[in-house]
Nanobody
Framework: QVQLVESGGGLVQAGGSLRLSCAAS????????MGWFRQPPGKEREFVAG????????LYADSVKGRFTVSRDKAKNTAYVQMNSLKPEDTAVYYC???????????????WGQGTQVTVSS
């Protein structure tokens, strides 16, 4: 089982930036995808972005395209999401998750981090 630990959340003003990190341990070739999800207050958890460890393929939700960028550092076993031009509607608990394939579908991710709060003030 992959263990994931997120960091980097916090409070930021609208238009600001944050970078979230997700440190992975116990990762194998079977866990090639790292997905980022978020759960806004009172809403369902949703896909944000994702990346494959092997070749760096990326996938983004339409709501964050052009503002968020995912990356990974294979030597550090750490994935990142750089979030720019943040909006109040980006406020959520953000989770990273590991899975075999890069997809927007949550049930294909079998390891999840504990979540980190991102709050964007207007």
């Amino acid at each position: 089982q992959v263990q994931l630990v997120e960091s980097g959340g916090g409070l930021v003003q609208a238009g600001g930036s944050l970078r979230l990190s997700c440190a992975a341990s116990g990762r194998t070739f079977a866990s090639d995808a790292m997905g980022w999800f978020r759960q806004p207050p009172g809403k369902e958890r949703e896909f944000v972005a994702g990346i494959t460890w092997s070749v760096g393929n990326t996938l983004y939700a339409d709501s964050v395209k052009g503002r968020f960028t995912v990356s990974r550092d294979k030597a550090k076993n750490t994935a990142y999401v750089q979030m720019n031009s943040l909006k109040p509607e980006d406020t959520a608990v953000y989770y990273c998750a590991a899975g075999a394939v890069l997809t927007t579908v949550q049930r294909y991710y079998n390891s999840w981090g504990q979540g980190t709060q991102v709050t964007v003030s207007s």
